[in-house]
């Protein structure tokens, strides 16, 4: 028996979920899916899923920088110009 680190009551050592508290015991949770024979196959639709939502992210990145990044330059830009002319205010 262990203890949960969130309640520090008596757990079973494979426990993934306290049953005192409802906590995820996380560090278990991976240790369990290491140990267990399933475990590739839950690996792999982890990393599957993982890699999925990457490549969304990634594609929604692309997609959104390359209509906003000219209009974000331009911003850099202006704000440069504006910076130079409080500059040269304050220089004379
Ligand atoms: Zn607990």
Do not use: W
């Given at each position: ?10 757990i ?14 996380i ?39 390359q ?26």
């Amino acid at each position: 028996m262990k203890k949960c680190p969130y309640c520090a009551e008596e757990i079973k050592p494979e426990a993934v979920k306290c049953k005192h508290c409802q906590s995820e015991l996380i560090i278990n949770n991976k240790k369990r899916i290491n140990e267990n024979t399933d475990s590739v196959v839950s690996r792999i639709l982890v990393t599957g899923s993982l890699m999925f939502i990457a490549y969304l992210v990634f594609q929604n990145l692309v997609s959104l920088s390359q209509p906003s990044f000219p209009e974000m330059e331009q911003e850099v830009r202006e704000s440069e110009a504006r910076l130079e002319k409080l500059r040269q205010a304050f220089d004379e």
